[in-house]
């Protein structure tokens, strides 16, 4: 159960992003903002509405001019009395003003405090708690469209749904367990089994939303590797359409590893080419060569660039070898422009036949990357999640498929159902340890 535990104090913070800007805004929120705002303003400010003032110092002097929000308690972000003072951008300015409420009594919030206090009272639940962070850092247009449906309380309804769910199902089969006589019968005219199939579709669906949803926050790292002079570093910039990585005919040419972020159909992919693999008595590239493989290590994908006029040669071969087992490989045949192919990727293996010269077959390679990313669907009910929400649907998955062994045994199926529901409460944050909340809030930025 949601324990509020935070203390009585009163926090206050720059709810802007750092720099220059043409607004800025200092958030104060807690019991203190009905004697702060006074201070500042000269009156308490009326409920929810935008109030012109001069911003004062405690000697009268003006430190800026701008907009007053005051938002009595319960009807705010946080659930607490807040104070917005929204005032030129300036960096000397607002700090000048956030010293001011720390003056007349606030402290400076922690990161995520803000946020982390509206989940504390009962103003959003756990997920969407970490979806005004998600909608924060989208990097895409399609990861901000599903962090908001997160926030909006899409993702949290379905998991009440199931949690509904499970909980009228633990109500029959519970209940039975005095009466063992007449238990199977009684479940049995229930249709208890029917439940349980039908629990286990609809969590099956919201783990495969919630899995595109985790790819569209965290993305997919990807790395380039082959021999010198393959075209790592041309399909590298072709890939990110500009010139990000230098290209000569010299083999050996990249010694270290160069990273640039791209978008295929809204997932964030981070591209990393790295020092051609090859025997080497050069220091430098040595280490160049010692980096491409600890980026393999950390890589969820591998694309390995093998040179189209010559085919799949001993040292290619002796780069597959030398891969993770469990790494997801793609085979990229590049410079087919010289080799007199045309564009195709294998239906068996999947490779692609492309030139990163011409981008003659870039699209086939898209496809490819996407498959491999396991991205299904791009329609508009895919909320933003985390991979922590992710294991905790497949605990309860798993928890389920569990339940359906034990009908003769209820003890055990009450038991299974019981830490079903208890894996998909931790989601929204109904049974929620103290440790993962300050995790999640600590990521936030100040002044959310």
């Known amino acids: 159960m949601r324990q509020n535990r935070q203390k009585d104090d009163t926090i206050s913070a720059i709810a802007t992003a750092p720099g220059r ?39 009268g002097a003006t430190i800026d001019q701008g907009i007053a929000l005051y938002f009595p308690a319960p009807h705010s972000f946080t659930g607490e009395d807040v104070l917005e003072l929204q005032g030129h951008g300036g960096p000397a300015v607002l700090q000048r003003l956030l010293a001011r409420c720390l003056e007349l009594g606030a ?72 009466f063992p006589e007449e238990e199977i019968d009684f479940l049995e005219a229930a249709q208890a089994k029917a439940k349980l199939a039908e629990i286990q579709t609809q969590l099956v669906g919201v783990l495969a939303r919630a899995k595109q949803g985790a790819l569209l926050r965290e993305g997919l790292q990807v790395v380039l590797i082959g021999q010198p002079n393959v075209g790592k570093s ?34 964030p992919l981070h591209i990393i080419d790295t020092a051609g693999l090859r025997e080497t008595s050069d220091e430098i590239e040595k280490i160049g060569i010692a980096r491409t493989w600890a980026a393999v290590e950390k890589a969820d994908l591998a694309l390995v660039i093998i040179d189209a006029q010559k085919g799949l040669a001993g040292e290619d071969e002796t780069i597959l070898a030398k891969l993770p ?6 085979r990229v045949y590049n410079k087919i422009d010289l080799a007199g192919l045309v564009p195709h990727a294998e239906s068996t293996s999947g490779a692609v036949y492309l030139s990163a010269k011409t ?49 003769r045994q209820l003890e055990l199926l009450a038991e299974e159902l019981k830490l079903a529901q208890k894996a998909l409460n931790t989601i929204t944050g109904e049974f929620t340890s103290d440790d993962l909340l300050g995790e999640i809030f600590s990521r936030f930025c100040i002044g959310k």
């Open 107 to 178: 402290r400076l919030a922690e990161p995520g405090e803000f946020t982390r206090r509206a989940y504390l009272n009962g103003k959003l639940d756990l997920t969407q708690a970490e979806s005004v962070a998600d909608l924060i850092d989208a990097a895409t247009t399609q990861g901000a469209k599903s962090a908001m449906r997160s926030l909006q309380g899409e993702f949290s309804r379905q998991i009440r749904a199931l949690v509904e769910a499970l909980i009228n199902l633990r109500m029959l089969v519970e209940s039975t367990l005095d």
């Open 234 to 267: 041309s399909l590298l910039n072709r890939l990110a359409g500009e010139e990000v990585a230098i290209v000569t005919p010299m083999a050996g040419t990249t010694r270290d590893t160069v990273r640039e972020e791209i978008q295929i159909e809204g997932i």
């Open 325 to 330: 087992a469990p790494l997801p490989v793609l």
């Open 359 to 407: 981008g003659a077959g870039m699209d086939l390679l898209h496809d490819q990357l996407l498959a491999l990313a396991g991205w299904q669907q791009t329609g508009e009910d895919i909320y933003m999640a985390r991979e922590r929400h992710v294991r905790a649907l497949t605990e309860a998955y798993a928890r389920i498929q569990n339940a359906d062994q034990y009908w």
């Open 21 to 59: 800007g043409g607004i800025g805004v200092v958030r104060v929120s807690g019991a203190a903002v009905t004697l702060i705002a006074p201070s500042i303003l000269g009156k308490l400010p009326p409920p929810r509405y935008a109030l012109l003032a001069d911003f004062r110092e405690a000697s």
